[in-house]
């Protein structure tokens, strides 16, 4: 049964169409995922019973969960290195391309996301270093049976996952929510469709860290 005393990151896990609904509403249901979900509505001010029906709707539109906390933890490692990793690695130098190309040709424009391209810069030098670890450290250690012994890796990475939220934050804030002005050409339009699409790739593949696989490794299960 569905309730508001279910986490954010539960109701991912088990919900295929509750993280469309928690970025619909700007809800961290990756780094901030383990608040009930009563809490986050009282805080800001939403109706749980309405988020939960529109959860339900989604559910409808999405199809089945993919399951994750049942797959076996190899399974969920390859997805992540053949999926997420793979991702990031080609589409963060892309954009950060394209916000330096935003921000030379529309520099007299008011709202012009002016800084972006090196926050993205900043942003995507922490993604690789962080990548990095995870694959040469973390997984090959959960990989080998060693999951109950990574509490000090996991620690850092989730560290780690907290300052990739706050770049995502200061991308929001720079672009205006990611919401280009009428004048924006298509380069401006299709740069901040495809922020909107990194961050929820991004905190899908947080949550899939934070709230699956790092708890089933240490739990050893």
Same mark, same amino acid.
């Given at each position: 049964m569905t309730t508001a005393a279910m986490t954010l990151a539960d109701l991912a896990t088990s919900h295929s169409g509750a993280s469309r609904v928690f970025i619909r509403h700007g809800l961290d249901y990756c780094c901030g995922g383990r608040r009930p979900l009563w809490d986050i509505c009282r805080e800001r001010g939403l109706d749980a019973d309405a988020l939960i029906e529109e959860i339900r709707r989604e559910d409808e539109v999405a199809g089945?969960? @993919?399951g994750w906390d049942r797959q076996p933890l190899p399974a969920i490692v390859d997805h992540i290195v053949g999926y997420y990793h793979a991702r990031l690695r080609e589409e963060m130098p892309q954009l950060v391309a394209m916000a330096a190309r935003v921000e030379e040709r529309h520099a007299e424009k008011p709202l012009v996301p002016a800084g972006l391209a090196a926050e993205l810069t900043a942003m995507h030098e922490g993604v690789v270093d962080h990548l990095a670890k995870e694959e040469q450290i973390l997984f090959p250690m959960?990989? @080998?049976g060693h999951g109950t012994r990574a509490?000090?890796?996991i620690n850092v990475?989730?560290?780690?996952?907290d300052e990739h939220r706050v770049h995502l934050e200061r991308v929001k804030a720079l672009t205006g929510n990611m919401e280009p002005p009428e004048y924006a050409c298509t380069t401006w339009r299709a740069l901040y469709l495809r922020l909107t699409a990194l961050e929820a790739d991004l905190m899908d593949h947080i949550h899939l860290e934070n709230h699956i696989l790092f708890p089933r490794a240490l739990q050893g299960a």
């Open positions: 089945p969960s @993919a959960i990989l @080998a509490g000090g890796p990475m989730e560290l780690e996952h």
